[in-house]
C-alpha cells in the first residue's frame, strides 16, 4: 500500500505535501528548460544567502541579530584552534561585525537555547531542531564498532556516567573523571582513568543520550542528559524516518547555501550524495529548488527564495571553518580560489601559512591573510598576505581596515606585520597602509 507523496517543511516551518506533477495519469508535461546562470550571478547568490551582503547592524548585536543569521546559514563549526578566535565566532564577526561573545555563550549555555552541539558539519553547533533531524546518525553512531566495543567491555563505565549526569549534571569531563576516580567502584571493580572516562562520554553524545549544556570559559564541555536540554517538544517533533529528515537537512543547506551542487549540498550536512539526490527531487517537485547550470561550472541547484542582487558590497574575513569556504571544489569553481587548510601542515612545507583568512571583497575573493592574536604583544600579527590575480586596487587599503575592525573586537591595540614574517606580495602594501593608518 502507499505511503503516498513524502512530507516536507515550507519556509515558515509548516509540513506540506509534495505534489506529483505528472498528475493522476501519470502523464507530466516536457521538462522545462534549464536555467542558466553565470559564475557572477552564482557569486552573489551565495554571498547573499550566507548574510555576507546585508550591512552590518549599526548598533549592538542583539541576541535577535544571531537567531536571525543562525536561521540562515544554519550551522557553526567547532575547532579547537583558538590563534585568532574560537572558529564558531569568526563566522559572526564577518556577518555582523563587532559583537559581545557572551551571546553566543547564552545560545548555548541557557534555557532556552538556540544552539545545542552535535555531529553535523563536523562537530558544530546547531539549533536544537536541527539536532534532532540528525537522530538517524545517532543511531548508526549506536551500531559502530566502537560504542558496541564500549557496551561490550566497559558496562559499568557507561553506566556510572550516566548515573553520574543524572545526579549531578551539568559535568565537564574532567568532573566527571574527578568524580569517578575516587569512588569505591570503579577502584575495586574496573579501574578509571581520563581516557577510558571520555570515551564513555563521547560515545554516550555520539548516540545522543547525552549533550552539551554549554561551554565552559576554558570551552570544556558541560554534558548533561539530553532530556535535560533539549525541550520535549521539540524532541517528539523529529521525523520518523531518516529520509524525511535528510530531506529537511537538504533545504536547511539549501538556504544557507542558496546554490550549489549536488557535492556541496551534500558536503554541508556531510550527507551522501546518493541521498541527497532524492531529496533534491522532492524540493524541486515542492518549488523550493530549482535545477538550474552555472556557466564554466555546471549543473547545480538554487534556493527558489534565494536573492539574486545586481550587486553586492561585503567585505569580509573568512575564517577556515566559514560556512562559504567549506567545500573547496566549489570555492574554487565560483571565486577562482584553491584553498586549503595548512595547520595541519609542516612549517617548511606551507604555501600561505597557519592560519590563512580569506578576504571577501564585493563579490570576490580578493587575498588570503595569515593572522594571530597576540595576547602578550597586545597586537593582531599578520604572517602573511597574499593577492589574487586580478585584485583590485584597495585591497590592501580595505584589508587594512578590517583587520583593525577585527583587532578593536579582539580587545587588541593594533595591527602590525610580524618581525619575521611569511611573506606575499600583498604584504608590502599592506604594512604601508597600516603605516599611514597610525
Known amino acids: ?80 584552534v583558538n590563534v585568532v578566535a574560537r572558529a564558531h565566532l569568526l563566522p559572526v564577526f564577518a556577518r555582523l561585525g563587532p559583537y559581545d561573545v557572551a551571546l553566543l555563550d547564552r545560545a548555548s549555555g541557557r534555557a532556552p537555547r538556540r544552539l545545542v552541539e552535535y555531529w553535523a558539519h563536523e562537530a558544530s553547533f546547531v539549533p536544537p531542531w536541527t539536532r534532532e533531524l540528525l537522530r538517524w546518525r545517532m543511531d548508526r553512531m549506536a551500531d559502530s564498532g566502537h560504542v558496541r566495543r564500549l557496551r561490550a567491555e566497559h558496562p559499568e563505565v557507561l553506566a556510572a556516567v550516566r548515573s553520574l549526569l543524572d545526579e549531578r549534571g551539568p559535568l565537564t569531563g574532567r568532573e566527571v573523571h574527578s568524580l569517578l576516580e575516587g569512588s569505591a567502584v570503579q577502584r575495586d571493580h574496573w579501574g578509571w582513568n581520563w581516557t577510558l572516562a571520555k570515551q564513555a562520554l563521547e560515545a554516550l553524545f555520539a548516540v545522543g543520550e547525552v549533550t552539551s549544556a554549554g561551554r565552559t570559559r576554558q570551552f570544556e564541555r558541560r554534558y548533561d542528559l539530553t532530556e535535560r536540554v533539549i525541550p520535549a517538544e521539540i524532541r517528539a517533533g523529529a521525523p520518523d524516518n531518516e529520509a524525511d529528515a535528510v530531506r529537511e537537512l537538504v533545504q536547511i543547506s539549501l538556504r544557507g547555501l542558496g546554490i550549489g551542487s549536488v557535492r556541496c549540498i551534500a558536503d554541508y550536512f556531510r550527507l551522501s550524495m546518493a541521498a541527497v539526490r532524492p531529496a533534491l527531487d522532492d524540493l524541486v517537485e515542492a518549488g523550493i529548488a530549482q535545477p538550474v547550470t552555472v556557466r564554466e561550472w555546471g549543473p547545480a541547484y538554487l534556493d527558489t527564495a534565494a536573492a539574486v542582487p545586481r550587486s553586492v558590497s561585503a567585505r569580509a574575513l573568512l575564517a577556515p571553518f566559514d560556512p562559504l569556504v567549506f567545500e573547496r571544489t566549489r570555492l574554487e569553481r565560483l571565486f577562482d580560489m584553491h584553498y586549503r587548510i595548512e595547520i595541519y601542515t609542516p612549517a617548511h612545507k606551507r604555501v600561505h601559512g597557519y592560519y590563512v583568512l580569506p578576504f571577501l571583497l564585493g563579490e570576490q575573493l580578493v587575498g588570503r591573510v595569515d593572522l594571530k592574536a597576540d595576547r602578550a604583544a597586545d597586537a593582531l600579527v599578520v604572517r602573511s598576505a597574499f593577492a589574487q590575480p586580478d585584485a583590485p586596487a584597495d585591497t590592501a587599503e580595505q584589508l587594512a581596515y578590517e583587520l583593525a575592525v577585527l583587532a578593536g573586537w579582539l580587545g587588541l591595540s593594533e595591527v602590525t606585520i610580524a618581525a619575521e614574517p611569511v611573506g606575499g606580495d600583498l604584504l608590502g602594501p599592506l604594512g604601508a597602509e597600516l603605516h599611514v593608518a597610525r
Do not use: C, F, N
Open 1 to 80: 500500500m502507499s505511503e503516498g507523496p513524502p512530507s516536507i517543511v515550507d519556509r515558515e516551518g509548516a509540513r506540506v505535501k509534495v505534489i506529483d506533477s505528472a498528475g493522476p495519469s501519470g502523464g507530466g508535461s516536457a521538462a522545462p528548460r534549464v536555467r542558466e546562470l553565470s559564475r557572477s550571478q552564482a557569486r552573489r547568490i551565495a554571498i547573499a544567502a550566507q548574510g555576507l551582503a546585508a550591512p552590518r547592524p549599526t548598533g549592538p548585536v542583539t541576541m535577535r541579530h544571531i537567531g536571525s543569521l543562525l536561521g540562515r546559514i544554519g550551522l557553526l563549526q567547532i575547532d579547537s
